[in-house]
């Protein structure tokens, strides 16, 4: 299993998605290609914000599945769960724009 901490590294004539905890390549781009840095960057992007993207649309799907809840804490619940959705999302779409992420 990989870090999910991928880095891009600039061989020449392809780019390798690096697995920083080995320092092996996991995947590569051949150059030579319009748009192939760009590319290889957005692998990297998108496979780095993976689990926190679907953290989130688990607890909107947990979110979903239990607010016609008729129990007394279902507002808490919801509020709570809000919540949790409001600061993980603003964490996720940090960095997978690649801006710091604040915790």
Known sequence: MTSKQWKLKDEGIEWHLIDPK?????????SGYDGDEANAQFIVQACNSHDE???VCKLINELCNNYKSRDYLATDFIIQKLSNICTLSKQT?????G????R
């Not at 092996?24 to 781009?29: N, S, V």
């Not at 779409?93 to 724009?97: L, V």
Request: charge should be negative; glycine fraction near 0%; proline fraction near 0%.
């Open 99 to 102: 801006k710091e992420v604040e």
């Open 93 to 97: 779409i940090a960095k997978a724009d």
């Open 22 to 30: 080995t320092n092996d390549w996991i995947a590569r781009i051949i």
């Open 53 to 55: 993207l679907l953290e």
